[in-house]
């Protein structure tokens, strides 16, 4: 009964990191660019009574054995780098990757970081910059007196002065890749920086060799998160905990009935 206590603990304890991961993707539903998470559990260690395989006799052995499970627990929150769904804006300075990869940008302390939110600004000096005023990388100046901007599916930038008609190259948007964005770190602000189980980026243009997406101007990258699913997955993770609960009842009574067999 005490197995049954903690193995009951354990998946409750498991539920709760499984609904705070839900109300994570619910709070993120509309945020440009999030990836949803989903949480993976693993089964704890095994209290061997019977050992499967042991020998019975001389020229038997047990074919199954006798093993307590322990419980369970939270083993990883993986993230789901599915597309998500293009949104119209109209604004020159929106783009989104149309499959793999994703945009680098130059955080403050001088790094690099990978975000498939696409919402670019201009900052005073012309420079392509996040919404949080990170610079896109490589760099790309806009004049201030610009009328238009075109950005084209191989990350080509270019723009048109007053009094021209030839449009002027204002560089090139490279995208970024690994080989198991699912190892990515999490900064938050749609940022994600490498580690050693992502592996390191690799570079190139847009619709490249390197299995890189094209880009698409004046749209924006939805969340990818599945209400409707993570609504399933929350009921789900409520009656499991409701079952583990009631487990934890179950063995308390039992243990109340033991207690009360010397009075």
Known sequence: ?????????????????????I?????????????TRRAQFQDLLYQNMVQPGASAGQQTVVPTGLQLGLGTRTASSEIIFTQGNFSSTENPLDVV?????????????????????????????????????????????????AQSLTIAPDGTV???????????????????????PAGLNSLGRSL???????????????????????????FIEQSNVSVVE??????????????????VKAADEMYQQVNNLGR
């Open 1 to 21: 009964m005490i197995r049954a206590l903690y193995s009951a603990a354990s998946g409750m304890s498991a539920q709760q990191t499984n609904v705070d991961t």
């Open 23 to 35: 109300a994570h993707n619910l709070a993120n539903a509309n945020t440009a660019g999030f990836k």
């Open 97 to 145: 990757v149309q499959g793999k990869g994703f945009f680098q940008v130059r955080t403050p302390s001088g790094e690099l970081a990978y975000t498939r939110a696409g919402s670019f600004h201009l900052d005073r000096d012309g420079n392509l910059v996040t919404q949080d005023g990170d610079a896109l990388e490589p760099q790309i100046v806009i004049p201030p007196d």
């Open 158 to 180: 270019s723009y048109v002065q007053p009094g021209q008609t030839t449009a002027q190259n204002a560089g090139q948007i490279q995208l970024a890749n690994f080989p198991n």
């Open 192 to 218: 994600y920086q490498p580690t050693n189980a992502s592996g390191d980026p690799i570079i190139g243009n847009p619709g490249g060799q390197e299995g890189l997406g094209t880009l698409l101007q004046g």
């Open 230 to 247: 993570e609504f399933i997955n929350l009921i789900v993770s409520q009656r499991a905990y409701e079952a583990n609960s009631k487990v």
